[in-house]
């Protein structure tokens, strides 16, 4: 049997090797190898559901329907910040003191495997969740090392929401394929009267977690990749250079207007919805709330989405989406998992879509007639989903996601060029970290 310190060294070896550590790399991060792949889930009891800010606001209903089925066994929802990278921090800090504060926990797809190395999730007994029912891509992001560590109960994939009453009034009869075709469009519509005021594109471009996507999207809209086969770093390229041009040309000519650079998903979504953008990358979540006919959207009815543009054609979006994690310092864990069922079911899923534009991990709702005549987004999103590249899965996510961030932001702020980002970049992705 391999000790927790052959492996460290072994993990070690190939940090060294290959600049990042890949997720076929454990953790030393507490307890051994048979109990985290044979947990016990026993106890009975209130638990704690742990997730970002609910915008779309369907969590608490979904709550309050199983509290009202369990009432000895109560879910209590901790709402984190909006901000994903605080989410990940507070989730981490909880799990650095084994505290039992937090129950269930909201992943964003990536972090799996970084939750998993360090054995501060549990793995979970994959034959209690309907997986095989799910879209194969979603199932994969929540697996490490073999074993299934988080349950999908959201998907996501990036769209293009586009002003069509705009660009119709322009003589454009579909939405941009290229980006080259996106900046050529927003020249028509900007000559409108009613296009006053209004910017070209903005995506989620300050310096967090949405920068990580967008960039990624980027380089791989362009035809390259973050890592490649191999797990190595593959950012110091030509094509990762297109798609990082595109970024930071579009910031130095406007196209991306200069305060898109402290977007985030609200703060973008606010800005479409106000009128203030013609095109827009974005979450499925927003769809229903531009829609809203109660006078919080000026485009409601106006606009309509598209797959997100690319270099040569359709671009890539990168695979968002949350799962559930079941916290290794938690009590309660028999109630837990039963949560964890009824929160990712098919019905559940039904339920976010309608009431949150939440996109479901159920292949099915995609094809449900009923749902793609409420949501005629569905089979964009669908091939979206489907076609998605995940952002790295490596165990050390957070410093590769903050090298991301900086480099991509100092090219796009214009302190760096895209050439000087990209090799500072690739270095940074080569070094071993501290967590090792």
């Known amino acids: 049997m391999k000790t927790s310190a052959t492996r460290a060294v072994q993990c070690s070896a190939v940090v060294l090797a290959a600049g990042l550590v890949l997720s076929a790399c454990g953790s030393s991060g507490g307890g051994d190898d048979a109990a985290q792949k044979n947990p016990s889930f026993k106890g009975r009891g209130p638990i704690k559901y742990v997730a970002g800010k609910d915008a779309g606001g369907s969590v608490q209903k979904v709550l309050d329907k199983w509290n009202k089925a369990h009432p000895k066994e109560k879910v209590t929802f901790v709402e984190l910040p909006t901000d994903a990278d605080a989410q990940r921090q507070q989730m981490i800090q909880n799990a650095q003191t084994k505290s039992d504060a937090y129950t269930v926990l ?102 967090y977690e949405g920068l990580t996507v967008n960039f990624s999207e980027a380089v791989n809209s362009a035809g390259g990749d973050v890592l490649d086969a191999k797990g190595k770093p593959n950012v110091d390229t030509p094509e990762a250079k297109k798609g990082l041009d595109f970024l930071a040309d579009s910031v130095k000519d406007k196209t991306i207007p200069k305060e898109a650079t402290t977007y985030q998903e609200e703060q973008g979504r606010q800005a479409f919805q106000g009128g203030k953008l013609i095109f827009m990358r974005n979450w499925p979540y927003v769809h229903s709330l531009a829609s809203k006919k109660d006078g919080s959207s000026k485009v409601a009815g106006k ?36 949560f964890m069922k009824f929160f990712t079911s098919e019905e559940k899923a039904r339920f976010a879509l309608e009431e949150a534009s939440l996109a479901p991990p159920y292949e099915s709702l995609y094809d449900d007639k009923a749902l793609e005549k409420q949501f005629p987004y569905l089979p964009t999103l669908k091939k ?21 961030q900086r480099e991509a932001y100092a090219a796009m702020t214009g302190t760096k060029s895209s050439a ?11 070094k071993p970290t501290a967590q090792q």
């Open 106 to 207: 909201s992943l964003d797809v990536v972090w799996t495997s970084e939750f998993a190395a360090h054995q501060w999730i549990d793995r979970l007994p994959a034959d209690k969740f309907p997986l095989q029912k799910m879209m194969k891509p979603v199932v994969e992001t929540g697996k490490y090392r073999g074993g299934q560590y988080s349950i999908p109960h959201a998907s996501d994939g990036g769209l293009l929401y586009y002003r069509k009453d705009l660009l119709k009034k322009a003589g454009i009869d579909k939405a941009p394929s290229t980006w080259a075709e996106m900046k050529a469009d927003c020249k028509k519509v900007e000559k409108l009267p009613e296009a006053k005021g209004a910017s070209c594109y903005a995506g989620q471009h300050q310096k």
């Open 303 to 338: 606009f309509d989405v598209a797959p997100l543009p690319g270099l040569k054609g359709p671009g890539t979006s990168s695979l968002g989406g949350h799962n559930v994690a079941l916290s290794s310092f938690a009590k309660n864990k028999a109630t837990a998992i039963d």
């Open 384 to 404: 979206s989903i489907l076609h998605a590249k995940p952002r790295p899965r490596v165990v050390n996510y957070g410093d590769a996601s903050s090298a991301m």
């Open 420 to 430: 000087e980002a990209l090799k500072d970049l690739q270095k940074a992705l080569q």
